[in-house]
Antibody, heavy 122, light 113 residues
Framework: QVRLVESGGGVVQPGTSLRLSCEAS????????MNWVRQAPGKGLEGVAS????????YYTYSVKDRFTISRDNSKNILYLQINSLRAEDTAVYYC???????????????WGQGTTVTVSS | DIVVTQSPDSLAVSLGERATINCKSS????????????LAWYQQKPGQPPNLLIS???TREPGVPDRFSGSGSGTDFTLTISSLQAEDVAIYYC?????????FGQGTKVEIK
């Protein structure tokens, strides 16, 4: 079945780095745009980064633009999120999610992982 | 950046009654070249990831009960649950995907009165 499984979260100190992974299965990963969405404890959803199906173009929300890097390895069906200079406000559950529409993206996000938790604390 | 605002923040509705959630974007999310509104609705239950209910403002996703409907165009949108069921207790989010990454509304918590 169609599945996304995130990993790489944990408890980390401020200023350090972390790489999150999202392993996709059950669909042709290389034909879909992908996204990272985070949710701070008790808060709403925030789209933080998106990437085209072929990895050629990335988008970031303004608040993370210089610290987050989204990438993908279509040969391994894995999406990544590199987070540098972690701050307390990055504490959240990080979800990866698939664009509903093939190739062009859009249509909302129709497949979500269960999320991986990042806690930034000294 | 597009700002998306939902109202109300929470509502309590009796079982079988109608629930209405509003979503307003600061800019139009209607794309005239394909005549589509780039607006989605999600349902999130505690401890679970969001679930896509409606895309393109009014297209119900497969498997979503027909008591859920979306309407609106341009900057103003509505999610309606025509007859609230116990399993509909959740937080509902709208999201514009006219921008990338798209912006979510702050969420509306729906409870049983």
């Amino acid at each position: 079945q169609v599945r996304l499984v995130e990993s790489g979260g944990g408890v980390v100190q401020p200023g350090t780095s972390l790489r999150l992974s999202c392993e996709a299965s059950g669909f042709t990963f290389s034909t879909y745009g992908m996204n990272w969405v985070r949710q701070a404890p008790g808060k709403g959803l925030e789209g933080v980064a998106s990437i085209w199906y072929d990895g050629s173009t990335q988008y970031y929300t303004y608040s993370v633009k210089d610290r987050f890097t989204i990438s993908r390895d279509n040969s391994k069906n894995i999406l990544y999120l590199q987070i540098n200079s972690l701050r307390a406000e990055d504490t959240a559950v990080y979800y990866c999610a698939r664009d509903q529409m093939l190739w062009s993206g859009g249509g909302g996000m129709d497949v979500w992982g269960q999320g991986t938790t990042v806690t930034v604390s000294s | 950046d597009i700002v998306v605002t939902q109202s109300p923040d929470s509502l309590a509705v009796s079982l079988g009654e109608r629930a209405t959630i509003n979503c307003k974007s600061s800019q139009t999310v209607f794309f005239s070249s394909n005549n589509k509104n780039y607006l989605a609705w999600y349902q999130q239950k505690p401890g679970q990831p969001p679930n896509l209910l409606i895309s393109w403002a009014s297209t119900r996703e497969p498997g979503v009960p027909d008591r859920f409907s979306g309407s609106g165009s341009g900057t103003d949108f509505t999610l309606t649950i025509s007859s609230l069921q116990a399993e509909d207790v959740a937080i509902y989010y709208c999201q514009e995907y006219f921008d990338t990454p798209g912006t979510f509304g702050q969420g509306t918590k729906v409870e049983i009165k």
